[in-house]
């Protein structure tokens, strides 16, 4: 199967103003996403999803490939879709979003998430890490549970799985081997990304926040693929980016 990647990218963030262009390591933040997942491999083609111009003009001057979509996307997933729809990418049969605030993306991540799709293991695919149990009384972070075979059961801000009995020590081992935070990675056939966007938003979703509990409601297999380590987390305040920029330049200096 041929593999495009996709990297949304829009300028309406409120936490982090104009996003996708702010600096790291003198670059724009979303070309430095480009170039990460460009160089891992995975995909046979990555472009950047935009509706600005503005950020379309600073990217492609950073030789990236970018494609102009429509403004009134709701999602990073509608824009994918409209992308995966056009007449020009018909070639790719599975399709890999990588959020535009990740310029250091686990590749293990990526690979694992459109593995599950390239493979034939479902239509639709994402990643989790085992995590502490700490995260459970976090509802910034997300947590999903998994069948046997690697579906996704649900996706929930709030502490699942639950412990019901906290005075078993037992139950509470077991539940920690249960805990997993999910890696906001994602890919999918054609197919069911355009059944994904096609259908209304849930009720599930509307509660949680939660996008990817539309096609979960609608009966939609998602597998999850485990991976070891959850990633540090997106980009989203001038903090993050500070330490985005530290983290940048102790790599740097470690490949010297």
């Given at each position: 199967?041929?593999?495009?990647?996709?990297?949304?990218?829009?300028?309406?963030?409120?936490?982090?103003?104009?996003?996708?262009?702010?600096?790291?390591?003198?670059?724009?933040?979303?070309?430095?996403?480009?170039?990460?997942?460009?160089?891992?491999?995975?995909?046979?083609r990555c472009v950047v999803a935009t509706d600005s111009d503005e950020v379309a003009g600073a990217v492609r001057g950073g030789g990236a490939e970018?494609?102009?979509?429509?403004?009134?996307?709701?999602?990073?997933?509608?824009?994918?879709?409209?992308?995966?729809?056009?007449?020009?990418?018909?070639?790719?049969?599975?399709?890999?979003?990588?959020?535009?605030?990740?310029?250091?993306?686990?590749?293990?991540?990526?690979?694992?998430?459109?593995?599950?799709?390239?493979?034939?293991?479902?239509?639709?695919?994402?990643?989790?890490?085992?995590?502490?149990?700490?995260?459970?009384?976090?509802?910034?972070?997300?947590?999903?549970?998994?069948?046997?075979?690697?579906?996704?059961?649900?996706?929930?801000?709030?502490?699942?799985?639950?412990?019901?009995?906290?005075?078993?020590?037992?139950?509470?081992?077991?539940?920690?081997?249960?805990?997993?935070?999910?890696?906001?990675?994602?890919?999918?056939?054609?197919?069911?990304?355009?059944?994904?966007?096609?259908?209304?938003?849930?009720?599930?979703?509307?509660?949680?926040?939660?996008?990817?509990?539309?096609?979960?409601?609608?009966?939609?297999?998602?597998?999850?693929?485990?991976?070891?380590?959850?990633?540090?987390?997106?980009?989203?305040?001038?903090?993050?980016?500070?330490?985005?920029?530290?983290?940048?330049?102790?790599?740097?200096?470690?490949?010297?």
């Open positions: 199967m041929r593999t495009l990647a996709v990297i949304p990218a829009r300028l309406g963030a409120t936490r982090l103003p104009r996003k996708p262009l702010r600096l790291l390591a003198g670059a724009p933040l979303v070309l430095r996403v480009y170039e990460r997942v460009s160089a891992l491999g995975v995909a046979d970018v494609v102009l979509t429509s403004e009134q996307h709701p999602s990073g997933t509608d824009r994918v879709a409209e992308v995966a729809a056009r007449r020009e990418f018909s070639g790719f049969d599975a399709i890999v979003n990588v959020q535009g605030d990740e310029p250091f993306v686990d590749a293990d991540a990526v690979r694992a998430a459109a593995e599950l799709v390239t493979a034939g293991r479902f239509p639709l695919g994402t990643v989790a890490a085992g995590a502490p149990p700490a995260i459970l009384d976090r509802p910034d972070v997300v947590k999903v549970v998994r069948a046997d075979d690697g579906r996704a059961l649900y996706f929930s801000r709030a502490p699942i799985p639950y412990l019901r009995d906290r005075t078993s020590e037992a139950d509470a081992d077991a539940r920690d081997r249960c805990v997993a935070q999910h890696i906001g990675v994602y890919a999918y056939t054609r197919q069911a990304l355009a059944a994904w966007v096609a259908l209304p938003p849930h009720p599930l979703e509307r509660a949680e926040r939660l996008e990817q509990l539309r096609p979960l409601a609608a009966g939609m297999p998602m597998g999850v693929a485990l991976v070891h380590r959850a990633p540090e987390g997106g980009i989203d305040t001038e903090d993050d980016l500070a330490r985005a920029n530290a983290h940048w330049t102790d790599l740097t200096a470690g490949r010297r």
